[in-house]
């Protein structure tokens, strides 16, 4: 089965920036043909795709995440890594990596939080 671990998320000011990571382990698809997606979830809201970049290394951005946040994989490491700038509180969220542009998600990790101070 597919385990998936995120870390790098912490505690910073407004406008510091954070490098989350997550790795994939487990028996499952080979993590270098999916798009690989960061998602995130804030407290009372729907979980939400952040970012997500192909097998190709193509990325797509949510609106709220363009010109600030970088989407990185290395397929070698079978990691996914996402490079945050500028943050604000609103970002505040646990964050997870899991496929994306899929019906069907591994299980899902036990995320990492970002909280952002003002």
């Known amino acids: 089965q597919v385990q998936l671990v995120e870390t790098g998320g912490g505690l910073v000011q407004a406008g510091e920036s954070l490098r989350l990571s997550c790795v994939r382990s487990?028996?499952?698809?080979?993590?270098?043909?999916?798009?690989m997606g960061w998602y995130r979830q804030a407290p009372g809201k729907q979980r939400e795709l952040v970012a997500d970049i192909t097998s190709g290394g193509s990325t797509s951005y949510a609106e709220f995440a363009k010109g600030r946040f970088t989407i990185s994989r290395d397929n070698t490491k079978r990691t996914v890594y996402l490079e945050m700038n500028s943050l604000k509180p609103e970002d505040t969220a646990v964050y997870y990596c899991?496929?994306?542009?899929?019906?069907?998600?591994?299980?899902w990790g036990q995320g990492t939080q970002v909280t952002v101070s003002s």
């Open positions: 899991n496929r994306a542009r899929v019906e069907s998600f591994w299980p």
């Open positions: 487990g028996i499952g698809s080979d993590f270098r043909f999916n798009t």
